[in-house]
């Protein structure tokens, strides 16, 4: 195609229409230009997308006759190939006819064609070069790869669009057989599966296909939690494996950024009334855990390992399931907006870095963020003319939150007082068995403030590469960010955050907001400290003015322990030691203060800040030490 024919097709398509090529050339000049509506966002999500897309460019070996690196995108942090880069095939294709840039259209075939590398007797593609790593990744590349052909290919030669379509037939098959039940593995893949084998079903009129999504649709319904409609699934060896407290596996980044968001695809192109209202008080406790700025607040959730604030690294975006249900919530809008001016804050070079101070700390991006969260831009702008129209009209729940609402099948608590936002959490249902990785223990796992943003947010109790492929090793000392009580006697390290057994409680009287934890102080495997006090009570109290933090014990302490407080924060943000109590940050938008009536210390580290892959952030290490023959200290933390 010449550039004169793109720039041409660019000026029709650019409304998000999609019709034969053919036909577009053709009458191009007779077409009357409408403008599109939510112009704002629309030019939010085009610029976000046309960046990424340049980002993945600027990394793709296109002048090697190596067919094993021709077309693939090199990864600036990890030293692997990463197998599912041909999902942006889909992101590039949609570029190269928005803009007319011929150079989209070969960045997406380069990346297609390279997939071969990945490709199985069996028609999957692998998670990388191995090819005995996880195929279940097809599903993913398979609806990308659907989507491309459904909206774009027309842009593609008679031969190479046969090809494509035959390659995705094979896909298909595997994942048919791959994932004949929910169940089948984490529930993200069963969740994905309805809409891959709906889209593709109709694509290459397969009935089969389709009968499959429609029994996959049904049977997913029961894997909604009562009352909070939370769902769960994502949990080793089970997706139906209950903790010790009987609570179910759920995590909110990959709800939100893969699950329902799929689901949601197939309700509406069924028009499912019964699964779109379970959708709707779905996403709309989901939303109740989005945080003012788009952040989402998954320090708790089963597979936190991967949190980025901003979501999931390997995930693909929770745009299409926020706006396609917008209609039905208005808020879900606003969170669409929100979500995507955060994934721009955290973008630079034209690559979507894994968390809010990588540029600050000097942690090179996953190249993996990018091309996943560029798909679902691409479907938003391919389908505007039939979105509903998006706005920050209505508020976030928790923007004008007020009080407490505690979530008993995660056993988590969000409270709301003035400008404060947090949440408590003692959740026990562990990803794997063995592995401590989400905060619980009755911690503190986020607390955030309206005008200076987000102050405290946790990590794993101890960092650990889960998904070796899917993950950044953590550079410098592994330093949890989880606030807690910690002691360690004889090598060993023991903290609440590891107490799987807490019990949380809370009231909300004369204007204040109290959570109390009764905890213990345990080890990686579960042991009690028996050495010094093991048993501590938490409170967490927030008032209009003011966060105050209680730790108390009615043993003796006998070995160092301490109150570990580490406020996130860039580097480049000043830190004042007022007074041997008293401890200040100066943010852009207020002075944060944080007092406590034992002395206040700030780890000595190599480096201005700690980082901490999750949530991807910097972090002061602040230590407040039980003083001699004390079994009881106060912070607290407040914003001028």
Known sequence: MKRKEFIELSAFASLGLTVPLSSILSSCKDKIVLEPHSKEFRTLTYNLLRDWCDGLIQTQVMDSKDPAKQGMFICPAC???????????????????????????????AVMEWAKNVTLPSGAWSNDLNPKSWNGITVFGAISLAETLHYHGDLLDINRRKQWTDRLEKAADFVYEKFPSIDATNVNYGATTIYALNLIGKMLNKPAYISRSKELANEIKPYFTNPNHFLYGEIKPSAHKLSAKKLPGIDLGYNVEESLNNIVLYAVHENDQELLELLDKSLSTHLEFMLPDGGWDNGWGTRMFKWTYWGSRTCDGSQPALVLMADRNPALATAAVKYTELLKKCTNNGLLHGGIHYVSHGIKPCIHHTFAHSKPLAHLLDNWDELPKIDTSTPLPRSIANGIKHYKEIDTSLFARGHWRGTV?????????????????????????????????????????VESLNQQPNPGEDFPFTPRVETRFDGKWYSNIFDRT??????????????????????????????????????????????????????????????????????????????????????????VKITSSVPLKIKETSRERIFNMVPGAEAIPIMAYFEVNSNELKISIQVS
């Open 79 to 109: 030293n692997k190939v990463h197998g599912r880069m041909m999902d942006a095939v889909y992101p590039l294709l949609a570029m190269a006819k928005y803009t007319g840039d011929k150079k989209y259209l070969e960045s997406g075939i």
């Open 425 to 465: 959490t003692a959740y026990d249902a562990i990803y794997k068995d063995g592995h401590y990785r989400q905060a619980t223990g009755g911690a503190m796992s986020l607390l955030y403030h309206n005008k200076v943003g987000l102050l405290l947010a946790a990590s794993m109790a101890e960092y650990k590469l």
């Open 502 to 591: 807490a019990i949380i409680s809370s009231e909300d009287t004369n204007g204040k907001i109290n959570i109390d934890a009764e905890c213990k102080l345990t080890d990686y495997n579960n042991e009690v400290v028996e050495e010094t006090a093991s048993d501590f009570n938490l409170t967490y109290q927030a008032s209009e003015t003011e966060i105050q933090i209680i730790a108390k014990t009615n043993q003796k302490i006998l070995t160092e322990t301490a109150f570990v407080l580490p406020i996130i924060s860039p580097n480049n943000e000043a830190i004042n030691q007022v007074s041997t109590n008293e401890i200040t940050v100066q943010k852009p938008e207020g002075l």
